[in-house]
């Protein structure tokens, strides 16, 4: 007697509800599959871990090829031991390659020798589109305003809680961007930020006033690209980064 050829599961269904707003059933067979990622590996104070297959590098330790001074020249800071370190006063500096939704991942110390204090202790910052600072800052023991504290959003938000380790310590920062949309002058959606710090949420989808200032108060004045440059502070702090790799979102808004 022949064996039975097993029945295969259903991958999905033609007869379910439609989903609101959309082209898609419940359990729609016909629905595109996820896109297959290879999840990277994790870092520690030693080494930084590996990213994920899709993720675009902007800094592996020796290349600096991304990057450009907000001048267009090279960039003058310096590499060594797989970061790249702030040369005071040389200028912030700037991905070529400009973005717009995205998740990026950045690891960053402060200076292991504590000089100065509130906003004169290990201030940087990372821009989204160049305009929206979530704040780098030295905020081990160390009392600043509130919203200019490690992982802020500069000038308006403080972090949920200070993540921060210590001085010369290796610190991560996930940062899930959407910008703002606007149609003509007029702003739909703004600009929103979650924010993971040593993997601690400090920023959940939170919206944001406007492109980040210092004593403003921001505002969407001027409608802007959606895409734009990740920028990197020269506050004239000695702060290093390293393992720098962001994964543009794609479909944000679809349905």
Known sequence: MSEKTPK???????????????????????????????PGTSSSQDAPG??????????DGQD?????????????WKVQDGAVEVVPRTGSIETKEHFGDCHLHIEWAA??????ES????????????????QVLDSYDNITYADGHTSAIYGQYPPLVNASC????????????????????????????????NGIL????????????????ASYDVPHDPTGPIVLQDHGDLVRFRNIWLRP?????QK
Do not use: C
């Open 50 to 59: 590996q990213p994920p297959s899709d993720a675009i590098v902007l800094f």
């Open 249 to 253: 979102i794609k479909g944000y808004d």
């Open 8 to 38: 295969k599961a259903p991958v999905g269904y033609d007869d379910t509800p439609m989903l609101p707003g959309s082209k898609w059933r419940v359990h729609d067979a016909r629905r595109p599959q996820p896109t297959i990622v290879r």
């Open 119 to 134: 906003q004169g202790r290990g201030n940087s910052g990372v821009f989204l589109l160049g305009k929206y600072e979530i």
């Open 111 to 116: 200076p292991a020798e504590v000089k100065g």
């Open 166 to 197: 210590g001085p010369g310590e290796w610190q991560t920062y996930d940062i899930i961007f959407v910008a703002p949309r606007f149609e003509g002058q007029k702003l739909i959606t703004p600009a929103y930020a979650t924010v993971l710090h």
């Open 202 to 217: 400090v920023h959940h989808h939170q919206a944001i006033l406007g492109p980040t200032g210092h004593k403003i108060l």
């Open 64 to 76: 600096t090829s991304a990057w450009v001074g907000r001048d267009g020249g090279p960039i003058q």
